[in-house]
């Protein structure tokens, strides 16, 4: 007699969630050997959604550039010590946001640093806002602080877990919560001023 | 990953970082490194067999072998610290340069033995030669035996996570 396939979604997600476990686990190991091949696979598919996170938190094309050439140096050089390649995700992020944080910091040490004001960091907006709603939307997240804008970010737009945004952050999964909440709320009144209703 | 015309390409491109993480991980880069790192120190045990074979000698030659002996570990501190922090050594990269390490200073140590058995006059300087050099080649394979057996581990683990996955190695 044959058997009926697996069409259980819960199985079949479990089992889609394992093999991408299974295959990350797989590229940290080649990294750490030290294979050309699995460097190249780690910044195809990784480069995108960090450019677009960086890019979010920063609103300046250049040092978004600058910002992620460090990163990614940072990662090359760091990917050995990765003991745990499930958390390849959140500690991708987390050097990236580091060396975010680091250039700040010296900019500010530096009494150099200028509030980007004028042109908001540009965020990916939803496919299916018009274009009227998504440069109000893009221009909200950019009057967000840069704490709430970067939960915002990793949380909605990026859609990592609550666990992984707290890892990112260095911060306990209450203020994750408190934060996206003060963060909705920002952007619900700064959206409704600007006669966005939905 | 769809990106939208705010958030624009990525830059560098992702084509551009391939092709830097391409030097970056350039073997010749690091195998310059270790034979500098195994120059400094064969030189540093040259020095040190000389300082300690030579008990008589005046106060300013003294201070000149201890300068020397500082500058030789300052230089592989420097050396060491870029290896493991700047042209960081992945698995296999360790496996080769430890293999090195382990020839010469095999080389340096055989040849402070051969130094010390047939010249009389040397025989002194040779031993203590022969001492460092011993030190640095048990040193030098212990790191080899640990290199290797992380590598194994790793590709061993690759192996089974490919097929596992269907995939190829």
Redesign the interface.
């Known amino acids: 007699m044959m058997k009926r396939p697996n069409r259980d979604p819960e199985k079949c997600s479990e089992a889609l969630k394992r093999r991408q476990q299974l295959e990350l686990e797989l590229l940290v190991t080649r990294c750490q050997l030290g294979e050309q091949q699995g460097f190249d696979q780690l910044v195809e598919r990784w480069h995108p959604p960090l450019w677009a996170y960086v890019s979010s938190m920063t609103g300046d094309p250049a040092v978004a550039e600058e910002v992620l050439q460090e990163g990614w140096l940072r990662i090359l050089r760091g990917i050995g010590r990765l003991r745990e390649p499930a958390r390849l995700q959140a500690w991708l992020y987390s050097i990236v946001r580091r060396t975010f944080m680091d250039r700040l910091r010296d900019r500010y040490r530096l009494k150099r640093f200028e509030p980007i004001d004028e042109e908001p960091p540009g965020v990916e907006p939803p496919a299916d806002l018009d274009w009227e709603e998504r440069d109000h939307l893009q221009r909200s997240v950019g009057e967000l602080s840069l704490a709430d804008r970067e939960t915002l970010v990793l949380f909605y737009l990026r859609e990592l877990q609550l666990e992984e945004v707290a890892e990112i952050l260095d911060i306990p999964i209450g203020t994750v919560k408190s934060r996206l909440h003060r963060a909705r709320r920002a952007l619900r009144k700064s959206l409704t001023q600007k006669g966005v209703q939905r | ?4 015309p ?3 390409s ?3 491109s ?1 084509a551009a ?2 092709l ?3 030097s ?2 350039s073997t010749r880069v690091r195998v310059i490194y270790t034979l500098l790192l195994l120059l400094d120190l064969v030189m540093g045990a040259v020095v040190v067999s000389l300082w300690a074979t030579e008990p008589s000698l005046p106060r300013r030659t003294h201070v000149a072998f201890g300068l020397l002996v500082t500058l030789a570990v300052t230089w592989a501190v420097v050396l060491i610290w870029t290896l493991l ?2 042209r ?6 360790r496996v080769l340069m430890t293999r090195l390490a382990v020839f010469f200073t095999g080389l340096f140590t055989t040849g402070a033995l051969v130094l010390a058995a047939t010249t009389p006059h040397l025989r002194d300087l040779g031993g203590v030669a022969a001492a460092c050099g011993g030190a640095m080649v048990l040193v030098a394979w212990m790191l080899n035996r640990r290199a290797r057996l992380r ?1 194994a581990s ?2 061993a ?2 192996d089974a ?2 097929i ?2 269907g ?1 190829e190695t």
């Not at chain 2, 990953?1 to 939208?4: E, G, K, L, R």
């Not at chain 2, 960081?88 to 990269?93: E, P």
């Open positions: 990953m769809n990106q939208s705010t958030v624009g990525p830059r560098p992702v970082l391939q830097r993480f391409a970056e991980l922090r700047r960081v050594l992945m698995a296999r990269h590598c790793l590709v683990r690759a996570l490919a596992e996955l995939v």
